[in-house]
């Protein structure tokens, strides 16, 4: 969905590099979901973030959600080759029932 | 492995023609999504079912419908295929109704239109 904005479109960095990954809405979030999917693989879900400020970590992926601007940002510490793939945001929009949309994807290359 | 199923796994088909794209959920989940992924439009939500019942309604085209059984799989019929329909289609599960809960997703049906 263009309303959810990821940038950037795609992203190479050697291993071992940090890397920043954001997701800005054009609505008001309910929630944002962050996934990771594998080429042509199915979606895994990483984290979900509720509330401005709330910050989550999972291995060394760390989720941030910017109330005030609507935006998420997706940090990834000492990036490894596994960590390659394709992140997407998802959100639960305030008023739109249950219907859950995806952003535009950002595709992560690590290279070794 | 996130324990949703989903068959076939690939589907070759001409135009014109109906497919039924199947989807187990995990053991216990209630909500069954349905999304299609195509490079030019990403991933876009088509459905939910949630215990039988169809509870949102995204892009989804009049020749596409859904249904879900009372043993809660989920089956997703495609009809009149036009060549733009190629894409993956990945059915996902949660446990509630609401779009917080966590969704698991299965391997996806790659279909191809010709």
């Known amino acids: 969905s263009q309303e959810l904005e990821q940038s950037p479109q795609s992203l190479i960095v050697q291993e071992g590099k940090n890397l920043t990954i954001n997701c800005t809405s054009s609505?008001?979030?309910?929630?944002l979901y962050w996934y990771k999917q594998k080429y042509g693989e199915g979606l895994i879900f990483l984290m979900m973030l509720q509330k401005g400020g709330e910050e989550k970590s999972h291995e060394k992926i760390t989720a941030k959600l910017d109330e005030k601007k609507q935006q998420s940002s997706l940090h990834i510490t000492a990036s490894q080759p596994s960590h390659a793939g394709i992140y997407l945001c998802g959100a639960d929009w305030a008023n739109t029932g249950n219907q859950f949309y995806f952003g535009t994807g950002t595709s992560l290359t690590v290279i070794p | 492995d996130s324990g949703v199923t989903q068959t076939p796994k690939h589907l070759i088909t001409a135009t014109g023609q109906r497919v039924t794209l199947r989807c187990s959920p995990r053991s216990g989940d209630l909500s069954v999504y349905w999304y299609q992924q195509s490079l030019d439009q990403g991933l876009q939500f088509l459905i939910q079912?949630?215990?039988?019942?169809?509870?949102a309604k995204g892009n989804i085209l009049e020749r596409f419908s859904a249904q879900q059984f009372p043993d809660l799989h989920s089956e997703l019929n495609l009809s009149s295929l036009e060549l733009g329909d190629s894409a993956l289609y990945f059915c996902?599960?949660?446990?509630?109704?609401?779009?917080?809960?966590?969704?698991?997703f299965g391997p996806g049906t790659r279909l191809t239109v010709t």
């Open positions: 079912y949630y215990n039988g019942e169809e509870r």
């Open positions: 609505k008001t979030l309910y929630g």
């Open positions: 996902a599960s949660s446990v509630g109704l609401a779009a917080y809960y966590e969704q698991y």
